[in-house]
């Protein structure tokens, strides 16, 4: 992964995505964009409490860097499950998408966009049937395996199978921040039989641990079939100059977005 910039915009890009050559996609950071206070600066979402007019603007900068229309961005009310919904044109502009922490298309031209400020955004391209899918995986998108649904969506959609698959893995809380406590630790380990690799214990906490997404998706998709993953090195909690984080910040934040277009 590397952090681009065009215009003052700073934004995060996959280097086997981009060679694929398929799409445009992004990462969006919080450098380069207009608003002020505690969205400062590229906040790209207009439930934050943000004045809409510099959402507006922040979106434009950030689908000018990507080339593409910012009026086709496809989007929803994410609630931390695993529905995976299939868009298409007709799609453009509908408002009231709930209930989707996922979504994909085949169709060239619509922009699928998830949000996020700790949560794990997962990349998928399917390079020999030119479909893609972007996904939200936060803890618990991961305990329910979520990029393993959009897979099996796209298979039966598309013919996907994951070994024509370009996955990328983005900007999230890191294991060096993600503490967590034993509930969620069963959880884990109740999905995962290889959980256990990606647990360490917290000496600063009794009862608490440290898990690392990036490392559980990571082994889920290698273990689904897809060769090609790009794994982040940026935590969102770290990185204070580039990311807004919830575990950091709490509510009053901005969020970045993920952003993926089939040219």
């Given at each position: 992964?590397?952090?681009?910039?065009?215009?003052?915009?700073?934004?995060?890009?996959?280097?086997?995505?981009?060679?694929?050559?398929?799409?445009?996609?992004?990462?969006?950071?919080?450098?380069?964009?207009?608003?002020?206070?505690?969205?400062?600066?590229?906040?790209?979402?207009?439930?934050?409490?943000?004045?809409?007019?510099?959402?507006?603007?922040?979106?434009?900068?950030?689908?000018?860097?990507?080339?593409?229309?910012?009026?086709?961005?496809?989007?929803?009310?994410?609630?931390?499950?695993?529905?995976?919904?299939?868009?298409?044109?007709?799609?453009?502009?509908?408002?009231?998408?709930?209930?989707?922490?996922?979504?994909?298309?085949?169709?060239?031209?619509?922009?699928?966009?998830?949000?996020?400020?700790?949560?794990?955004p997962v990349y998928l391209v399917d390079t020999e049937n030119k479909a893609i899918a972007?996904?939200?995986?936060?803890?618990?998108?991961?305990?329910?395996?979520?990029?393993?649904?959009?897979?099996?969506?796209?298979?039966?959609?598309?013919?996907?199978?994951?070994?024509?698959?370009?996955?990328?893995?983005?900007?999230?809380?890191?294991?060096?921040?993600?503490?967590?406590?034993?509930?969620?630790?069963?959880?884990?380990?109740?999905?995962?039989?290889?959980?256990?690799?990606?647990?360490?214990?917290?000496?600063?906490?009794?009862?608490?641990?440290?898990?690392?997404?990036?490392?559980?998706?990571?082994?889920?998709?290698?273990?689904?079939?897809?060769?090609?993953?790009?794994?982040?090195?940026?935590?969102?909690?770290?990185?204070?100059?580039?990311?807004?984080?919830?575990?950091?910040?709490?509510?009053?934040?901005?969020?970045?977005?993920?952003?993926?277009?089939?040219?």
């Open positions: 992964m590397k952090i681009a910039e065009n215009g003052g915009v700073k934004y995060c890009v996959f280097e086997n995505i981009e060679k694929t050559g398929l799409v445009s996609h992004s990462f969006t950071t919080k450098v380069g964009g207009v608003s002020e206070g505690v969205y400062g600066s590229l906040n790209v979402s207009y439930t934050r409490g943000d004045d809409r007019a510099n959402v507006d603007e922040n979106i434009k900068r950030i689908c000018n860097c990507m080339e593409v229309e910012s009026r086709n961005i496809v989007c929803g009310h994410q609630i931390h499950g695993k529905n995976i919904l299939k868009v298409t044109k007709d799609d453009i502009g509908r408002e009231g998408i709930t209930e989707f922490d996922g979504f994909m298309t085949n169709e060239k031209g619509i922009v699928l966009s998830t949000f996020h400020a700790d949560c794990v972007m996904v939200h995986s936060g803890w618990r998108g991961t305990v329910q395996k979520i990029s393993l649904e959009a897979i099996k969506k796209m298979g039966e959609e598309y013919g996907t199978k994951a070994e024509n698959i370009v996955a990328a893995i983005g900007p999230s809380i890191g294991q060096c921040c993600f503490q967590v406590d034993m509930p969620v630790i069963k959880e884990f380990k109740a999905a995962f039989d290889f959980a256990d690799e990606y647990i360490i214990k917290d000496e600063k906490r009794v009862g608490h641990f440290m898990l690392d997404l990036w490392g559980v998706n990571k082994r889920m998709l290698e273990e689904a079939g897809v060769r090609d993953i790009e794994v982040t090195d940026k935590c969102t909690m770290c990185n204070e100059e580039l990311f807004y984080s919830h575990r950091r910040m709490g509510n009053d934040r901005g969020s970045m977005a993920a952003y993926i277009c089939l040219k």
